[in-house]
Nanobody, 124 residues
Framework: QVQLVESGGGSVQSGGSLRLSCVYS????????MGWFRQAPGKEREVVAR???????NYADSVKGRFTISLDKNKNTLDLQMNNLKPEDTAMYYC??????????????????RGQGTQVTVSS
């Protein structure tokens, strides 16, 4: 059974940084995709970063150049380094996993597995 547990959220001022971490288990597929998505009240869900088990990553335009996703398959961790945070980055952030390449390509935005989320609040 796939389990995803996020940590690292918090409150920062605009321009600050946070690093989110996700410890995962049960991801035993030969190839798979992982990612981070966010949900803010009244806004649509947005997948901000995705990474394939091969290491290929892609980002939403809204975070490109500011966020970096990294996958450590030895430690079973997925991280999201967020720099130059803006108030519009405020949201609940979720770790996601999916065995389908569709999730990595963006053809599917609803992952098969997700964590409970961690709150990120950026004040101006």
């Amino acid at each position: 059974q796939v389990q995803l547990v996020e940590s690292g959220g918090g409150s920062v001022q605009s321009g600050g940084s946070l690093r989110l971490s996700c410890v995962y288990s049960g991801v035993t597929y030969r190839s798979y995709c992982m990612g981070w998505f966010r949900q803010a009240p009244g806004k649509e869900r947005e997948v901000v970063a995705r990474i394939h088990s091969s290491g290929a990553a892609n980002y939403a335009d809204s975070v490109k150049g500011r966020f970096t996703i990294s996958l450590d398959k030895n430690k079973n961790t997925l991280d999201l380094q967020m720099n130059n945070l803006k108030p519009e980055d405020t949201a609940m952030y979720y770790c996601a996993a999916d065995p389908r390449v569709l999730f990595c390509t963006g053809a599917a935005n609803e992952p098969n597995f997700r964590g409970q989320g961690t709150q990120v609040t950026v004040s101006s």
